[in-house]
Every structure is written in C-alpha cells, then in structure tokens.
C-alpha cells in the first residue's frame, strides 16, 4: 500500500492527464475504494476522487466516468455541499442514458444515480413529489433488473427493492405526520433513516482471513421448511483463504462475498470458528438469501436481536433439527421469522426458556455467498 501510495504522489497527475495509460486509472480505482474503505481523510480522498474522475474523463468508458463522478459527488454529500452533488449525479444519469447499457453494472448505475438524486432532493428538503418521483424510477428500474430474463441471480435486487420500499412507507409517513401536527420537520429533526443506494449495488466485499487458513463447507442448512439435521455433518469441500480475497471458488464455480447488514466493504474472521453451509429454499430470500446461495457463519451457542441464526430445533424423541431465519427477541418471547416472498414459510415461536432445551443458537451468519452474474449485451 505505501508504494502505491508514493506512486500515486510521483505520477505527477495534475501534469499528465493526457499521457496516463488506462491501466493507471483502474489502479487508482482500487487504490481510492481501499483508501475510502480504511477511513482517509476527507480533504485527501476529495482530492484523490477528483484527480480519478479527470483520468476518468481523458481514457475512460461512459460507465467508468460515470462512476468516478457519482464517487466525487458522495464526497460532496459528506462535506454538506448537497447542490454540488445533486449537478454532478444529474452528469452521471444523463451520460448513463445517452450510452445504451453493454452491461449489469451500467444498468445499477442509471438505477442508484436516481435513487441519490432523490436522497439529495430529501437532504435539500424539496417537495415530497420531486423527492418521489426520482425513487420511484430507481424502483422501476431495479425491478426490471430483477425479472430480467438473463439475470440469473436476482436476490440482491429484491433486497435492495424492499429496502427502498420500507425508505419510501417511511418518508410518506413521516410527511403524513407532519402534515397533520402542521409542524415542519427539518432534516436535522428528521427520524428518517434513509437507505442510501447501497451505492455498491449491492457491492461485494473482501474478505480478511486473519489466522484462518482454510473455510469447511457443510451439507444444506434449510432455509425453508424443517428438515432433519445431519448429525454430526461432513464437509463436502474444504477452499484455502488468502489473507485479503474477494472471490471464491465453492463447488467449482465463482462466487462473491456479501455482507447482510451492508454496512461495510469488508469482513474480518477473528479468532472464533467460522464454517459455509449451503442454503437450500426460500424462506428467507427478502434477506437477500437464495436457494443455492452459500452461508459463510460464525459458530456460537448465543444471538443478538435481529440476528440471521442457523439453529436447531429440538423436539423430544426425535432428531434435532435444523433451520436458518430471523432472531427475535421481545422480552421473554422469541421468534425465529421467516423472511420470505413465499407465504409457504412460516415462523417459530418460542420462549426463552427454551433455549438449550427446545431451540439451539448454532451460530449467525454474517456473510453471504452469491454466484457471480454474468449479464452482458453480447450473451
């Protein structure tokens, strides 16, 4: 990283735009996300995203200038300069439009530029019908991604569907509200917590190893209806980690890493057991977990609220068995909830009581495993 950075500072850029090969803008690409990632100084990264959106500009697609300028104008977010960032997103959105989509990647774009756009016409606090009149485009659009005939893979785009619709019941809520106590809510008062476009489109993450050395891959946890727990369970595969990695190689074929909570671009296994389980139904695919989808689960007997658990059920005189779904705890009462399109799948009530007799915590995930898309015009 430091030689990185040092060649960044000799590159000289602001003198030589015109003579930088391609291979340098993708290299300052990466170097800027990891520097984003670790928490770079805003002056510094403000810098280096506008020193990559002129490389950008000089030998650069009409996706990849787009990026660069949605990048810069999320930094302008985070200084307060919300007109800044509003003129350079509108940039975006109308080179995106004018250059027909070659690929998935370009279509999320066109859809994400919308939905910041109505972010920002929230933050700039306009009328409620300018505000949803750019989400409900980026809403159209990401569902025509998800019933795309070539689009294989399309979890990630009811995720972020549904997390725009809770954002958009919210906001109409709250303006309901205000029109009725006939007290203006600023943005500084607002309790709206708005779900900015995972940008990232649902981006993946790199995974940091830490001192583990190799990940098992288990036999089918359900994601659906209670089906009988292999005990005890044999891994049908065992993949190497390297210390920093992004993609992964289970049942030979390519998979990317996600986080379920979305809010960072990493994960750090620490020194607890982790293990991959294979999901197989549906029962919590409005959490972004697919049949045929990859688990990656940290083991531990206990949950959190909210919670994704693998967990057995417990039943006397029968095998335990075994399922994954939403943790809940209200009071004394808990629930394993089912998070489903599928009214087919059903929750668990329980009591506290029954943990470690009728119900057992085997661990919660905290990532993961999608095959990757291959969308593109040409196939």
């Not at 977010?77 to 989509?101: C, D, M, Q, W």
Request: net charge negative; hydrophobic share 40%.
């Amino acid at each position: 990283m430091r030689d990185i950075d040092q060649a960044w500072s000799t590159l000289q850029i602001k003198d030589n735009f015109s003579q930088l090969p391609y291979s340098i803008q993708i290299l300052m690409r990466e170097y800027y996300q990891v520097r984003n990632r670790e928490g770079e100084n805003l002056m510094r990264l403000e810098k280096m995203a506008d020193d990559l959106l002129k490389v950008s500009k000089v030998n650069g697609t009409a996706l990849e200038i787009a990026l660069s300028t949605i990048e810069f104008a999320i930094i302008q977010t985070r200084k307060g300069s919300f007109h800044k960032a509003y003129r350079l997103i509108e940039e975006a959105a109308v080179l995106l439009r004018e250059n027909p989509a070659t690929n998935e990647i370009h279509y999320q774009t066109f859809a994400a530029s919308f939905w910041l756009l109505g972010c920002l016409e929230y933050a700039r606090g306009s009328s409620r019908a300018e505000i949803l009149k750019c989400w409900q485009k980026a809403l159209t659009l990401y569902e025509k991604l998800s019933n795309h005939e070539l689009m294989l893979y399309t979890g990630q785009y009811r995720y972020n569907i549904r997390r725009m619709q809770e954002t958009i019941s919210a906001f109409i809520s709250e303006r309901s509200e205000t029109v009725n106590s006939s007290h203006f809510i600023t943005n500084a008062e607002s309790t709206l917590q708005l779900a900015l476009p995972t940008f990232s489109l649902f981006k993946p993450v790199t995974l940091f190893s830490g001192q583990t050395k190799v990940l098992d891959v288990y036999h089918t946890i359900p994601a659906g209806p209670l089906t009988e727990l292999e005990d005890p369970p044999e891994p049908l595969e065992s993949f190497p980690l390297q210390k920093e990695q992004a993609m992964f190689l289970i049942d030979k074929q390519g998979f990317q890493l996600f986080r379920l909570d979305g809010t960072e671009q990493t994960i750090h296994l620490n020194s607890q057991l982790h293990i991959v389980l294979r999901v197989e139904g549906d029962s919590m695919n409005l959490a972004n977990i697919d049949d045929g989808d990859y688990i990656l689960l940290r083991l531990q007997n206990d949950a959190s609220h909210e919670d994704i658990v693998a967990a057995q059920i417990i039943e006397k005189g029968a095998e335990p068995q075994a399922t994954l779904k939403r943790f809940e705890r209200d009071g004394k009462k808990i629930n394993l909830k089912a998070e489903s399109s599928n009214p087919k799948n059903k929750s668990y009530p329980f009591v506290e009581n029954d943990l470690n007799h009728k119900l057992s915590i085997i661990g919660v995930a905290i990532g993961v495993f999608k095959p990757n898309n291959t969308w593109t015009r040409e196939n």
